[in-house]
């Protein structure tokens, strides 16, 4: 969703000049007919395509037949492909669970990346998508704010706090693409030999272990929490 893996404050007197975003422009103009649709609605579209006919399908012309209206009249919303991207992303993230008073920062951070990668996996395009969104929605920043809330408390520099919200979203990223990958019957080991791979194939030979109480996210996620912290503040 959003991966910032190197992050620091701007030097201001060489920031470049800022382009208007989506974000940033009236949702409508000052004269002329109140619009027919929003961009709420222009999402709603464009994420009904991507989940049942993939993000491929997403385009001008499917969004407004979608709409039962033309693809040059959506540029009275946008004004381009890629704003209606932005669109959905942010609208397909949603907005973060409210944190109990009460909850560790680890605990916030887990139950934060839970409920984000459960987006991830209910809208397999997602991953995709956020890459070719060049910038934050509002709903997007809430969950910036909420994952900084959750380590509000942490005596550790802005800079790791954000590589940390870059990792766990790499993380998210990964966990939702292996979702995706565990419909499929295909066995990816197919060339295993016990000869060449003597360590591949013993280990997975092994007979599987007991359930884990935990879960594999679950303990990435805080394995990133306590490491990338501690290594900081060393």
């Known amino acids: 969703m959003f991966t910032i893996y190197h992050w620091s404050m701007p030097d201001e ?34 994420i009904k395509i991507a989940d049942d006919e993939g993000f491929e399908g997403v385009t001008m012309r499917a969004i407004a037949r979608t709409l039962g209206t033309t693809a040059p009249a959506l540029y009275r919303y946008v004004s381009s492909r890629e704003e209606i991207i932005e669109l959905m992303v942010d609208a397909a ?22 409920v984000q990668l459960a987006h991830h996996q209910r809208h397999g395009w997602l991953i995709h998508a956020a890459l070719e969104a060049k910038n934050f929605g509002p709903n997007t920043l809430v969950w910036f704010e909420s994952y900084l809330q959750a380590m509000e408390k942490l005596a550790v520099p802005a800079r790791a706090k954000m590589e940390l919200i870059g990792l766990v979203t790499g993380i998210i990223s990964l966990f939702a693409q292996q979702h995706q990958q565990s419909a499929s019957s295909t066995f990816p080991f197919d060339l295993l030999s016990a000869e060449r791979h003597p360590y591949l194939a013993a280990t997975l030979g092994e007979p599987s272990s007991a359930p884990d109480p935990v879960g594999l996210f679950d303990r990435t996620i805080l394995a990133l929490c306590t490491g990338l912290t501690s290594s900081a503040s060393s």
């Open 13 to 46: 007197s060489v920031i470049p000049p800022i382009p208007v975003s989506l974000w940033s422009r009236p949702i409508r103009g000052a004269r002329g007919p109140a619009p027919l649709h929003s961009r709420q609605s222009i999402a709603e579209a464009g």
């Open 93 to 114: 993230i949603g907005t973060p669970e409210q944190v109990e008073p009460g909850t560790t920062w680890t605990e916030a951070m887990l139950k934060l990346a839970n």
